[in-house]
């Protein structure tokens, strides 16, 4: 497939100096940019940055260590041509860089790079990829998580193998509730354990063990004598993977103490500048489909911890304590855009920036951000719906200046499609419902376009006036865009994300037709040429859509789930499944479960439908679009069915994934496209 789209794109003409500019075509999603892993010097003074683009030959993303000085616009290389980096993160002093990498071999391991020297050094010999990377407050050793191997639950007696002997592989054994993950495969046996090593490189030392997971960001404290860690060491933790405490780890001893005790999780700790008090992100856990998360404080010296954060339309993503322990910087969404503000301890919350935080998706227009907090300065990721994340600062007069121009050299030779936002009330029961139109460069306002209708996935995420490459290059092949965020969708309250809770696919349905009505009424959509697709939550969506509605010309339903029975059998998140989305399991609500299912619908279908999975998708297994498409052939309803082969439910990891989805979606909706 990539040698096939390489052979197109060198057809392509070539842009001169003076030319007029063109339309974005799959060969600029290869020469894409964007910024990620952004930490701040502990002075204030440097931002180091994860830099990622796409390299054409291996099909894959690419990363590169960088540096910026947060007083000019100077930028500067730190590690390239080093395999993948990940978790680049500041020594106390601001002398060097932890970060991982793999180096371009098999197996990640744990560096740093001195910025005297500009020397990389390896510390470790791991057997298993180190994550979640913490300096001790003297820079003396490093905090990190890392999967520790266990031994199968059952293993046979088998005789001694030949030397050289080529037997079959080693069956797979499986004594999990979840047994595989989207994206990384099945699960081996072994639990995740907090590790640290000298920073001068040595043996790591595990400080937990147990069938117990950890998860996230190890926090020192002051002190460097314990370690806050977030993780879930209940006996029943397989059934209720999500309800994490917050646990201090002694250092030199391993030896254990709970901090906290909820239903709920209890995650991402960060420790005041005094150690007193540790911020933490959580919620009391009632089971319904979404809940957001809110800020914490607990007082070390009286274990008593008291909400701190009010109210806010989604829940709070990070938080980072300011310099003097008086203040916390956080980031949360707010109808379809990413925010970031400060919170006094009063839980006083005022918006430091409102606009242009993003950036971080570069497929579909996602809410994804992150921030960095180092003395006085506030870094972040800056986009906007015309370019991928930048390096941006917060000035101290509260103005907003980027700091890297990643994509001007390509995308500032574009005739770039614009999007413009629209508001509608539903019909429903006249809830608020934000959309976005793309519209084709050079849109022509006398002119009837083609429309497709794009489903977000979630269901509980949104969309937003962010740079998206997969609706750019619809856009740019002749068509309207349309995309919304229907009940359900996140960073407009609680209660709006909830107005699906046990009920998806649901009135969501009647708000995305609302919406698509809108836009045909304005004139410039051919009501005759309707198109609509979504992935994961939208591709549920767009197969209940075509269920119960025969306006759209083609359909293609991305990754979906189409039989809630099978699905919450198969896939990673069943349990999940079952107690959030669902009343109970499927076998004690077999009717809910039918009636929820796409398939229930599929006798209706007469919509030519694509479906298109990765084969190794187990969010959305495979099996799933496989029952629609079978069903559909049955029934002689024109459909297409297509595999990605070693994908996962991303499905588009690699840039000619993303490439060829948007083709097989455009051929597809060409197909039946009315022509005057």
Partial sequence: MLRALLVLFAALPVVCA????????????????????????????????????????????????????????????????????????????????????????????????SIETGHTQRLTDLTHAPQSLAWSPDGKQIAFLMSVPGKPALAPALPEKPEGAAWAPSARVIDRLIYRRDGEGY???????????????????????????????????????????????????????????????????????ALTDRDGPDEQPVVAPDGRTIAYLGYDDDRRSHINRALYLLDLTTHASRRLSPPLPDGIARARWDADGKSLVVQYDAEGTTRIARIDLSGRLRDLVTKDVGGLDIGRPYSEAMFALGGKTLAFTAGDAYRPADVAVLEANGAVRRVTSVNEDVLAHEDLATVESRAIASPVDRAHIDAWLVKPPGFDAAKAYPLILEIHGGP????????????????AAGYLVLYANPRGSTSYGEAFANLIDKSYPGNDYDDLMAVVDAIVAEGHADPRNLFVTGGSGGGILTAWIVGKTDRFRAAAAVKPVI???????????????????????????????????????????????????????????????????????????????????????????????LAAKVGFILGWFDRYRVRD
């Fill in 563 to 657: 039989n809630w029975y099978s699905e919450m059998l198969t896939a990673d998140i069943g349990n999940e499944v079952a107690t959030r989305w669902f009343h109970g399991v499927p076998w004690e609500h077999t009717d809910e479960y039918v009636r929820r299912s796409p398939l229930s619908l599929v006798g209706n279908v007469k919509t030519p439908t694509l479906l298109m999975t990765g084969e190794v998708d187990y969010r959305t297994p495979i099996s799933e679009a496989e029952q629609f498409y079978q069903a559909l052939k049955m029934r002689k309803v024109d459909a297409l069915l297509v595999r990605f082969p070693e994908a996962s439910h991303e499905l588009v990891g690699r840039p000619s994934q």
């Fill in 460 to 475: 509980h995420a949104n969309y937003g006036p962010h740079f998206s490459a997969e609706m750019q290059l619809y856009a």
């Fill in 18 to 113: 003076g030319a007029e500019p063109r339309r974005f075509t799959a060969k600029d999603v290869f020469d894409l940019e964007w910024i990620s892993d952004i930490d701040v010097s502990a002075d204030g003074r440097s931002i180091s940055y994860l830099r990622h683009g796409f390299d054409a030959t291996s099909d894959r993303a690419t990363s590169s260590l960088w540096l910026a000085s947060t007083g000019s616009s100077a930028t500067r290389p730190l590690v390239a041509d080093f395999g993948s980096l990940a978790h680049p993160t500041w020594s106390p002093d601001g002398k060097s860089i932890a970060f991982v990498s793999d180096g371009g071999k098999a197996r990640p391991e744990l560096f740093t790079f």
């Fill in 187 to 257: 699960v081996e046996p072994g639990f995740v354990q907090l590790f640290v090593v000298p920073s001068e490189g040595g043996t790591p030392r595990a400080l937990t063990d147990g069938p117990y997971e950890h998860e996230g960001r190890p926090a020192w404290l002051p002190d460097g004598k314990s370690i806050v860690i977030a993780g879930n060491r209940r006996d029943d933790w397989e059934y209720d993977a999500t309800n994490t405490e917050l646990y201090r780890v002694d250092v030199a001893s391993g030896a254990i103490t």
